[in-house]
């Protein structure tokens, strides 16, 4: 009783923390001048890791396994997931771009996991046989951290190319400022903004194409490295789950439809990473193929188990009507 409740503390004081986070995210966005409010959305974030880990530890000490055995602990996971991608930037020192994807993402996962549809799974319950295994932790986390950098990443292209084929784009104009150009550029963009004067009559034909260029040449960079780092996280899932497959089934793969999508989401970053070797295939295209991927991966982890069908029914869960 005492960790159901201290579960749920956790739980929404987590949510009501992210949310006011997403709103000061987007006050900071519109409203530039607002600094202060930017440092206490990062602090906002924090606040909110530390309540869904403490969520985590609180659960697998009550129910006495790792909480990834259903579709609720795996969506707080996922969140969990999120915030790490999210601090990864800043222990490099470097210009977070992934905070306009990570936060609203966090927020949205999280908020469908305490929501209503999934009341039935708050309670934790005892592990079937199948999944009574040192195999649980190792695959399950694999594989949501995988989805979690592949969701991000594919949003970032997804942003590349709204932004590569949005026709009559001025990001630099002094009297409108685009809310995507702040949020992936911004500090590069005020530093060419103010020399845009000295350069304008030099050799630059048209110069917001060139800053358009750059955020574009940024956001490919960024997308191809978490790309990466999402299909080594999603390879590794998918060799240790045919393991325990083998262990707890009596064969590395048995054509579920839950491997079935994995294999095809795999399929579609392995098209992705190996278009980008060919110089004629960088940017949009692979951008396109990425794009793709966003929904794949939606299909693999939700849509199965929306159904409840094949082996990895675990997860699984019936709408309320």
């Known amino acids: 009783m005492l960790f159901a409740t201290l579960e749920h503390i956790l739980t929404h004081i987590s949510f009501s923390t992210i949310s006011i986070v997403i709103t000061i995210h987007l006050i900071t966005l519109l409203v530039r001048e607002l600094g202060g409010l930017r440092d206490s959305s990062e602090k906002g974030m924090i606040a909110t890791f530390f309540c869904i880990t403490g969520f985590l530890v609180s659960r697998w000490a009550s129910s006495g396994h790792f909480p990834l055995s259903n579709l609720y602990e795996s969506l707080i996971f996922l969140s969990w997931a999120l915030y790490i991608l999210h601090m990864i930037p800043k222990i490099q020192n470097s210009k977070n771009d992934l905070s306009t994807i990570t936060t609203p993402s966090t927020i949205l996962t999280q908020g469908f996991a305490t929501s209503g549809l999934l ?22 986390s694999m594989m949501l951290l995988s989805y979690a950098t592949l969701l991000c990443g594919s949003l970032l292209s997804a942003a590349l190319l709204i932004i590569r084929f949005r026709k009559n784009l001025d990001f630099f104009s002094k009297k409108k400022k685009n809310v995507l150009s702040k949020t992936f550029f911004f500090n590069e963009i ?25 955020l574009i040449e940024r956001l490919d960079s960024w997308s191809y490295r978490v ?4 299909f080594t996280l999603l390879t590794i899932g998918i060799l240790c789950g045919a393991v325990w497959a083998n262990e707890a089934w009596g064969s590395y793969w048995n054509w579920d439809p839950k491997e079935t999508w994995a294999f095809i989401t795999w399929t579609i970053f392995a098209i992705y990473l190996h278009s980008r070797t060919n110089p004629n295939w960088k940017g949009t295209k692979s951008a396109f193929v990425a794009s793709i991927g ?12 929306l159904l409840g069908i094949g082996l990895h029914s675990y997860g699984s869960f019936t709408l309320p009507i």
Request: charged content about 10%; proline content about 5%; aromatic content about 22%.
């Open 119 to 140: 009341t039935e799974m708050h309670q934790s319950t005892i592990l079937v046989p199948a999944l009574q295994s040192q195999w649980l932790m190792m695959h399950v």
């Open 190 to 214: 005020e530093y060419f903004y103010a020399k845009r004067s000295a350069l304008k009559s030099t050799f630059f034909p048209s110069f917001p194409n060139y800053y358009k260029y750059q």
């Open 227 to 230: 790309i990466s780092l999402g």
């Open 294 to 305: 966003f929904l794949i991966i939606w299909i693999c982890y939700f849509g199965i188990n």
